[in-house]
């Protein structure tokens, strides 16, 4: 049980360049977020989708897009990265059940974005 | 929008004493979650200790406890005993129980030194 993976841990990509962020979860959350850290700022949502087939806006959408491939999986894409994305990614998971949520969020180790 | 506030981006304890770290929030919602996250230098995000907003008795978890106040919308979080291990950025989250998506809204962080 390896809980949330993502990869890859370590990424640096030249102004214009894009890349897609893979998160994987083996949980069987409903749940799945994508958020970025930048310092002194906390954590920030960009996307997250509910349960599978449905994705939604978060606090900081701009420059990316979202896939849910499948209830396991759930990618981040930059298709023009932008030297304002760099930042740490954390992907997260978490169960719903009988439409009530239940507690923490279990997130994933992150991936250390720089954009030059 | 929700927002949460931590006042202290740092604070310094001698092993073996207690430290307070201090959180407030704003919402007009009834029904919510509230969150103190843990992150080392190796960036993994731990959950520390969650409150549920209709619950009147403070969480506790070993030597973690918190003193939730729903009126004055504060929840800090008591560290006692404290380790070397506890070095690390704290994080206070707000989850709502009124919009989809179980979203967590976080503060900018604390972060926590323990000195020999």
């Known amino acids: 049980n390896a809980g949330v993976t993502q990869t890859p841990k370590f990424q640096v990509l030249k102004t214009g360049q894009s890349m897609t962020l893979q998160c994987a979860q083996d949980?069987?959350?409903?749940?799945m977020y994508w958020y970025r850290q930048d310092p002194g700022m906390g954590l920030r949502l960009i996307y997250y989708?509910?349960?599978?087939?449905?994705?939604d806006k978060g606090e900081v959408p701009n420059g990316y897009n979202v896939s849910r491939l499948n209830k396991r999986e759930f990618s981040l894409r930059l298709e023009s990265a932008a030297p304002s994305q760099t930042s740490v990614y954390f992907c997260?998971?978490?169960?719903?059940?009988?439409?009530?949520?239940?507690?923490?969020?279990?997130f994933g180790p992150g991936t250390r974005l720089t954009v030059t | 929008a929700q927002t949460v506030t931590q006042s202290q981006p740092e604070m310094s304890v001698q092993e073996a004493e207690t430290v307070t770290l201090s959180c407030t929030y704003d919402?007009?919602?009834?029904?919510?979650?509230l969150f103190w996250y843990k992150q080392p230098p190796s960036r993994q995000m731990i959950l520390v200790i969650r409150?549920?907003?209709?619950?009147?008795q403070n969480a506790t978890e070993n030597r973690f406890s918190v003193n939730f106040q729903k009126a004055a919308k504060s929840f800090s979080l008591k560290i006692s005993d404290s380790q070397l291990g506890d070095a690390a950025m704290y994080f206070c989250?707000?989850?709502?129980?009124?919009?989809?998506?179980?979203?967590?809204?976080f503060g900018e962080g604390t972060q926590l030194t323990v000195n020999p």
């Open positions: 919402t007009s919602e009834s029904d919510y979650y």
């Open positions: 997260a998971s978490s169960e719903r059940l009988a439409g009530q949520y239940l507690y923490e969020q279990y």
């Open positions: 949980m069987n959350h409903n749940s």
């Open positions: 989708s509910a349960s599978e087939g449905t994705t």
């Open positions: 989250a707000y989850r709502s129980e009124e919009t989809s998506g179980s979203r967590l809204t």
């Open positions: 409150q549920e907003a209709y619950k009147q």
